[in-house]
């Protein structure tokens, strides 16, 4: 109940007091979407003469509790006042890492003169996600030139009038790509007993969902260490599902269960990851420079138009480069797959920094990229106004 009056209480100060036709808005769904969205907006300190608007539904937002200077932040919860705040805000830019806009209960703003999208995941825009997911922005800042082509080729598809797209990057990437210079991969033990990374997506047919628990035992059972780190959506559809696993093998030493999406620690303390069709296995490939092993479950399609495109979608088409594939009817052989890997380490290591140079905008500078992109859309629009 205080976290309901909260929510009203800001949300109806952004509307009376703060809201202003020039105003660049942030929204954040949660804390776990700090790290896409809170490089952009440390740049903009420098490039921003006024105030960024952040609006957030998570109470223990991080930039809530800790707020920057060029920064004012409400809290708007999830229910109806964030509803309410989201679908009456007045902005010159309103920024989110949110999809599907217009097609639930978050609409379009008749006040706010454009709508960004920034990118929460490198994966491709026409297979994972949702039809129409990102048809109703006005522009999207792009991670890689996949995104270009699929936007485009979609938008020709079904006569679409043809958005703004900038070449941005992934800030998290870039974050992970400096940090692992300096927390470099732990030391291999004489015994071969590696640190593994259980990362997978969410989703009915997804590995979290269907073999986790099977997975997890073959890996223990072989004497190495075993920490699941399952996607935030999948402690809220999936609740049981994680809470069997941590009952199973909470007591066992070579086990831990981390839910901290924001925090990258997980990543850089294992020497390898298996996955399935998670944007995280590109952050951990690209990023750490180590290999993933994919276990092959169903491809997970939440658009069934997703093959009238020609392009391929990245994540199909960058998992031979950053690793292997192995069949879910072969999880006994987990283990000598992960050793064959790290064998091959250095070659893998030099096919994911060939790929991500190809594939990704701006390697290293994305924070700022991103910033300018979005100072001068706002300028450009006061020009026009």
């Known amino acids: ?43 903009l300190a420098g490039l921003h003469d006024g105030i960024v608007i952040y609006l957030t539904s998570d109470i223990d937002d991080r930039i809530l509790q800790h707020t920057p200077p060029h920064v004012r932040a409400y809290y708007i919860g999830k229910g109806a006042a964030c509803t309410h705040t989201l679908n009456h805000m007045r902005a010159n830019v309103a920024v989110m890492t949110m999809p599907d806009m217009n097609t639930f209960h978050i609409k379009r703003s008749p006040k706010v003169r454009h709508y960004a999208y920034l990118h929460h995941s490198m994966v491709s825009t026409h297979m994972v996600y949702r039809k129409g997911a990102f048809d109703h922005f006005d522009s999207i800042l792009c991670v890689g030139p996949h995104h270009v082509s699929e936007i485009r080729e979609w938008e020709a598809l079904l006569g679409l009038s043809a958005k703004q797209l900038f070449h941005h990057g992934h800030p998290p990437l870039d974050n992970l790509i400096k940090a692992t210079k300096e927390r470099p991969p732990p030391p291999i033990a004489d015994d071969k007993r590696l640190n593994i990374l259980l990362a997978p997506s969410w989703g009915p047919q997804g ?17 190495h260490f075993v920490r699941v780190r399952p996607h935030p959506r999948t402690r809220q559809i999936s609740r049981p599902i994680l809470d069997a696993l941590a009952d199973r093998f909470a007591r066992h030493p070579g086990f831990d269960m981390n839910e901290d999406t924001t925090r990258y620690d997980a990543l850089f303390q294992s020497h390898v990851m298996i996955s399935d069709w998670s944007g995280v296995a590109m952050e951990f490939a690209f990023g750490t420079e180590r290999p993933v092993l994919f276990v092959d479950v169903p491809r997970k399609i939440n658009n069934p138009e997703y093959s009238t495109l020609s392009s391929q979608p990245l994540e199909t088409t960058y998992r031979e480069e950053a690793g292997a594939i192995i069949s879910p009817d072969q999880l006994n052989e987990l283990p000598a797959a992960l050793l064959s890997l790290l064998d091959h380490a250095s070659l893998f290591q030099e096919r994911m920094r060939a790929f991500r140079a190809r594939h990704i905008f701006h390697v290293g500078t994305s924070a700022l990229q991103g910033a300018k992109i979005i100072v001068e859309l706002a300028s450009n629009l006061r020009s026009q106004a």
């Open 207 to 223: 590995l979290m969902e269907t073999r986790a628990e099977e997975c997890t035992q073959i890996l223990l059972d072989a004497g």
């Open 1 to 43: 109940m205080k976290k309901f009056f909260q929510a009203w209480q800001h949300a109806l100060q952004y509307l009376n007091d703060a809201s202003s036709p020039d105003d660049i808005v942030f929204y954040s769904e949660g804390h776990g979407y700090a790290p896409y969205l809170r490089p952009v907006i440390d740049a």
